[in-house]
């Protein structure tokens, strides 16, 4: 099956930084996904992109689909924005794979 | 913004005892899926189904079973709890044209 890999496992920054995280997977695919897992459990969908880029706010993502690797982009960080950022993928009608996250944490 | 509603949110129950977890959803989406979840780690499918009265294991076995006598309803239950089925159970959905996943607010469930 497709393997996904995120880097790094653990990020601490201080509030206002940038912050870039990495997935890569092992295998072509036509879904991918970034999702924010906040403290309270809740996972929420940030980007639907199995290429191209896409920007919301404050955060951008970028999928290289040829190289089989998905970058996300946080800028000026918050405290808010804390919590474990997952990367997972898919392909055709095949079940979504997760990586293991990045935690962030942002320090005030 | 998403339709796919979990209850309860937490659970704490004795061992021996049943529970059904509900979820449900208003998009009409054909897909669901059970993920189960230990606190920060990756998430793993349990069970899954593409539409009514179909119904698979997913990759990590569990000792839960699920049902889809309806397109929107994706109940997990399980007959017998025990201290190992602590865990966060996530419920998700997507349509036909959009492959994209939505997710349930999930329940965190505690065996005691």
């Known amino acids: 099956g497709i393997q996904v890999e995120q880097s790094p496992p653990d990020l601490i920054l201080q509030e206002g930084a940038n912050s870039t995280l990495r997935c890569n997977f092992s295998?072509?695919?036509?879904?991918l996904q970034w999702f924010h897992q906040n403290p309270w459990g809740q996972l929420i969908n940030l980007f639907y992109i199995p290429s191209g880029t896409k920007q919301n706010g404050r955060l951008s993502a970028t999928t290289v689909a040829t190289e089989r690797y998905s970058l996300l982009y946080i800028s000026s960080s918050q405290t808010t924005d804390s919590g474990v950022y997952f990367c997972a993928v898919g392909r055709g009608a095949q079940k979504l794979v997760f990586g293991q996250g990045t935690r962030l944490t942002i320090n005030p | 913004e998403a339709d796919i509603y979990q209850t309860p949110r937490y659970l704490v129950i004795g061992t021996g005892k049943k529970i059904t977890l509900e979820c449900s959803q208003t998009m009409g989406h054909d897909k669901m899926y059970w993920y189960q979840q230990d606190p920060g780690m990756e998430l793993h499918l349990i069970h899954y189904?593409?539409?009514?009265?179909?119904?698979e294991k997913g990759d990590l076995s569990s000792e839960s079973t699920v049902s889809r006598i309806r397109t929107e309803h994706f109940p997990l239950t399980l007959e017998s709890a025990r201290p190992s089925h602590t865990s966060q159970y996530l419920c998700a959905s997507r349509g036909q044209q959009n492959y994209g996943y939505t997710f349930g607010s999930g329940t965190r469930l505690t065996v005691v």
């Open positions: 295998d072509s695919v036509n879904n």
């Open positions: 189904s593409y539409g009514v009265n179909s119904t």
